[in-house]
């Protein structure tokens, strides 16, 4: 375990970093555009790059580029320099079609995402502003197989520090809308100036990013030339498991579609409780999952593949298991305060410039749902880990498409069954049941596939830290109320709570878990007290 941290703690310091700039970017994009027409129009092209980074090149980094890179620099002679370089001359080639393709199809798309209910003059406004944003895609795709062939190098702090520049110019794109030419988030009043000013700038900050992982990948050692053969080189094998990475990213992107339309159309019925709020509000969940585990996760699928390929499944299972584990330690906690203090975090980030409080309010509601679902959804992301080190990717499209089955059964009961204001609340409820049933499921089939992931260990863990975090959560809570009895909710008072509730329950969360002698909290207190004695 101790190993499995001090991997990731460079990686969880950049990440932090990261994420913390980016709760910044997005309150300020909140604060520029708001959650109305122009706020939805906004968010709905800003996913489109992601969506179609995922859909072609994204999954199959994680699941199929990883695990051969690795394969490649212990079969080649020439540790797989040439492969390296084949898959970047394929990766910048098909990159650039897609960005061309994406760009001319811009309006199709945004119609294929919109809700149906959208004026004429919020499509547009969405098209215009996808045509200006979807060139990121080459170079958010170029940066990303950048960083996954640094990952392989056991080279983690670019990849994780490289978004904070993205963050950075995202951020002075927003201050600028807000400063300049007095543009509007009325969606009528908005100008082609207004229009080019976020949708470049937007894109600028992923030019940045990419810039950042291709000059840390050229100090790693990396040397870029031109190859165009694919013979003997392995790629054949990797399209050949990719295709199952396709099916399983254009089920899941299915189901983005439905949760999309169902909460662009709630946002018709109900303004500013539509899909910016559903948006923003995952953004913030994703925020301690960014920090702990994606950086668990990069460390340890290069390292489980490498267990995999020489056969030592003892190591492998020992490595999930304390992933696993050390994710917990944090996310549990997270998951529990987000529960009880959203709407004092969505308060203190959005109510300002062209927010409203209420709008803030509602995004924490829907917060305090998608806080249910942080562990759950951490450890789906973890089993399906176990698959890739195998090479398996069919397994995961099966479980891909059981979870976008039942998340979209249930966001179909919650669009028609709930009233307007509530739609996007239960969108998120039904994101929680889908992924704590995935879980289940991946956990059956994943400990088949590696002769048992120690799961009465890890589930006695887990029983410890909720069982520590239970007085943060109470603590909080009193905060809470306390607060709420001498005055509402602004963002004076929700700093309040989040410094008494948050802060004083994150101390009672350490010292419970310390004195209950869980190891993965006491290994970070003594990484974190190491770190400071120096």
Known sequence: MSRVLRASAVMMAGTMVSRLTGFLRTAVIAAAIGTWALGDAYNAAYQIPYILFDLLIGGVLSSVIVPMIVRAQKRDADAGKAFEQRLMTLAILI???????GVLLAGPIMQLYTADNWTPRKVEIATTLAMLI???????????????????????????????????????????????????????????????????????????????????????????????????????????????????????????????????????????????????????FQLPYGIIAVSVITAMLPRMSRYVADGEFGSAREEFGSAVRLISSVIVPAGMLLMVLGPAVTTLIFSWGR?????????????????????????????????????????????????VLINAALSLVAYFMLPPRYIVIGLAF?????????????????????????????????????????????????????????????????????????????????????????????????????????
């Open 355 to 403: 927010m409203t409080g209420g709008n803030a309010l509602y995004i924490g509601n829907v917060l305090q749902v998608f806080g249910l679902a942080l562990v759950p959804f951490s450890i789906f992301q973890l089993l399906l880990r176990v698959f890739y080190s195998f090479g398996d990717t069919r397994t995961p499209t099966i479980l891909g498409g059981l979870n």
């Open 134 to 284: 979807l060139p990121q895609i080459a170079f958010f795709g170029i940066g990303a197989l950048a960083g996954a062939i640094l990952n392989t190098r056991d080279r983690f702090a670019a990849p994780m520090w490289a978004p904070v520049l993205n963050n950075i110019v995202v951020i002075g794109v927003g201050i600028a809308y807000i400063v300049i030419g007095g543009a509007s988030a009325n969606i009528e009043e908005v100008t082609d100036r207004d229009l080019v000013l976020l949708g470049l700038g937007t894109t600028a900050g992923i030019v940045a990013q990419a810039i950042i992982l291709i000059i840390a990948l050229h100090r790693a050692g990396f040397r870029f030339r031109p190859r165009f053969g694919l013979r003997d080189t392995g790629l054949g094998e990797a399209a050949k498991t990719a295709s199952w990475t396709f099916v399983y990213v254009g089920i899941t992107q299915l189901g983005f579609l439905v949760t999309t339309k169902l909460a662009t159309g709630a946002g018709e019925q109900a303004p500013g409780m539509g899909n910016s709020a559903y948006a923003y509000a995952f953004q913030l």
């Open 95 to 101: 990159l650039s079609v897609i960005a061309v393709l």
């Open 430 to 534: 039904s994101f929680m049941i889908a992924y704590v049933l995935g879980s289940g499921v991946a956990w059956a089939l994943a400990s088949r596939k590696v002769g048992g992931l120690g799961g009465r260990d890890v589930f006695s863990g887990l029983s410890q830290m909720y069982t520590a975090a239970i007085p943060a959560a109470l603590i909080a809570l009193l905060a809470l109320w306390l607060t709420r009895q001498f005055a509402d909710i602004t963002a004076l008072t929700s700093a309040i709570m989040l410094a008494a509730g948050g802060g004083f329950g994150v101390v009672l969360y350490l010292a419970t878990a310390h004195r209950m002698r869980i190891p993965e909290v006491s290994s970070i207190i003594g990484l974190v007290a190491g770190r400071v004695r120096r």
